[in-house]
């Protein structure tokens, strides 16, 4: 197939396209530190536009509180890599989406940004489903190697679709409110 896309993306993208197509779910992504990649390998699958409804890159706070509806005190109060503002992304894609599943993104790809608490490598994932108990948050932060940003974001895209099968484990125990 002719794509721009590493091999293991795409491949992760189809899979994700036929469980979710076999399941009848359409799925949505919002996406910060990968900034596209996960709605463009989803996108690279000829087809996909039946399934997949929509994707959100929220690079900056204010984007993610306009578009998202993240809470600007969310953002002041845990900062834009926590489990809390991932889940008020997941949230937010799934209210301006047709989507039955969402799955949300936000990290420090690198190489600055990072800090002791979250160093670079730090991407927070989560997934909302329509319907379920929004008290009922499946949330997890993840420390990826730091083999450079493309690493990093790649590490990340490949987590998110993982969190998009049907069949996909909770991200983590719920965690708590944020």
């Known amino acids: 197939m002719d794509t721009i896309l590493p091999d ?19 799925i949505a992504v919002a996406e910060s530190c990968t900034g596209g990649l996960v709605s463009a390998a989803l996108t690279e699958i000829p087809g996909s536009s039946d399934v997949f409804d929509v994707g959100f890159v929220t690079y ?25 503002v991932a889940w008020s992304m997941a949230q937010g894609a799934l209210k301006r989406s047709t989507a039955d599943v969402a ?30 108990d929004p008290q009922h948050i499946v949330a997890d932060a993840r420390h990826f190697e730091n083999n450079g940003r493309a690493g990093v974001r790649l590490q990340a895209a490949l987590c998110a679709l993982e969190l998009l099968m049907p069949d996909a484990p909770a991200a983590a125990e719920p965690a708590e409110s944020p």
């Open 103 to 132: 799955v949300a993104i936000t990290g420090i790809a690198g190489p600055d940004g990072g800090s002791e608490k979250k160093p670079v490598g730090t991407v927070v994932f989560a997934q909302a489903e329509r319907g379920a």
């Open 60 to 84: 900056s706070n204010e984007a993610k509180t306009e578009v998202l509806k993240v809470s600007s005190d969310v953002l002041e109060t845990f900062g834009s890599v926590s489990i809390a």
């Open 8 to 26: 293991q993306l795409v491949e992760a993208a189809r899979k994700v396209l036929e469980a979710n197509r076999a399941a009848g779910r359409r």
